[in-house]
């Protein structure tokens, strides 16, 4: 996926095919506010004011409690980028806006929106720092319980568009039975596939302040003893021998270091049964010999900057995978999430 500027006209894209656009100055100067324009929109409850009918800049800004002027402002942005129509003094929501953004919306990514306004901008302000030294922020260490909510709603609202996905493509051994989710606070994905296959079980390993979060999560899905936390860390709790089918690792290895990666492949090869399958579900790190894309170079740079590493490429997971005795399986991508894929190993 990339990012392109479109003209809507002839002489916009002549002007582009001529280099005359200084396009250095919308990235420097009009995508920033951009950003923030729609975080803040959605965490002030913008998108529900237009929605329960206040289509007015006026009104918006009452129901809001916000300044009129201001509100005025960052409603010409938002439809200059397609998340509002307006018309004759109106404003309205677009199918956009409906699907992703409101809050009441089964697929909604509103909390991702309003933990990035709350926790992550302020971390972007590290980008300095982290490019001098190459050393993260190793944000789990630092969030407190506040933060650790606001993070557990907006990994749920992130795994919303893939969850589903991830049930259909998974290659599941026949006859599974059991599952390890490692990081899997929310469920979302342990609960998409055990909906799918009733006789499959799944066991949560997350950390303490994820699992006291999540929790309220996973009891809203409704899957009693099928779906279940289990209070651990994946580098010191054991996982027995032979104990799992399937072994999901999503969003978790951006985390880890080299070493760290490899210690818990070896550890998930002991616990998976013959034929069972271990899958590391991430964004990847592109192929430095091929034309770099935006959703993977974007978040290896945001995962190396709040995280340990950044993300990991097809061959480090693959060459991981054959030092701990799996065999590289099949690269599993995400319609619903270009540059997002399964990379799966087998015993």
């Not at 998108?47 to 409603?75: P, S």
């Not at 999560?217 to 032979?242: D, P, Y």
Request: net charge neutral; glycine share 8%; proline share 5%.
């Amino acid at each position: 996926m990339q990012l392109r500027v479109f003209p809507e006209n002839l002489l916009e894209w002549l002007a582009l095919r001529l280099n005359l656009v200084p396009l250095p100055l919308l990235h420097a100067q009009v995508l920033p506010v951009v950003s923030r324009a729609v975080l803040e929109a959605t965490d002030r409850g913008i998108f529900e004011a237009i929605a329960q009918g206040h289509t007015t800049a006026q009104a918006v800004a009452e129901a809001c409690q916000l300044h009129v002027q201001a509100t005025t402002q960052l409603l010409g942005v938002l439809t200059s980028v397609k998340y509002l129509r307006f018309q004759k003094g109106h404003y309205s929501l677009t199918r956009m806006t409906r699907k992703w953004v409101l809050r009441e919306s089964k697929d909604t990514v509103r909390d991702l929106a309003v933990y990035n306004n709350r926790v992550v901008w302020p971390w972007l302000e590290r980008m300095g720092k982290y490019l001098e030294t190459g050393e993260g922020l190793q944000y789990h260490e630092h969030l407190n319980a506040e933060e650790w909510a606001l993070y557990q709603k907006a990994m749920h609202g992130g795994a919303i568009s893939e969850a589903g996905e991830f049930a259909r493509k998974v290659p599941l051994p026949k006859n599974a039975t059991h599952m390890l989710d490692i990081g899997g606070a929310h469920g979302l994905h342990s609960v998409a596939l055990c909906r799918k296959y009733p006789r499959l079980r799944s066991v949560i390993l997350d950390l303490p302040g994820a699992v006291a979060q999540a929790a309220p999560l996973l009891a809203a899905q409704g899957m009693g003893e099928r779906v279940q936390h289990q209070v651990g860390n994946i580098l010191t709790t054991e996982l027995g021998e032979s104990t799992y089918d399937l072994v999901l690792m999503s969003s978790v290895a951006h985390h880890l270091t080299e070493a760290q990666n490899r210690e818990v492949t070896q550890k998930v090869a002991r616990a998976l049964r013959p034929g069972g399958v271990f899958i590391i579900n991430e964004f990847l790190r592109p192929d430095p010999a091929a034309k770099p894309e935006l959703v993977g170079s974007s978040t290896d740079l945001f995962f190396g900057l709040t995280s340990t590493s950044g993300n990991w490429s097809i061959e480090e997971i693959h060459d991981w995978y054959r030092a701990a005795g799996l065999k590289p399986y099949e690269v599993l991508g995400y319609q619903a999430i270009p540059g997002r894929y399964q990379v799966v190993g087998k015993k």
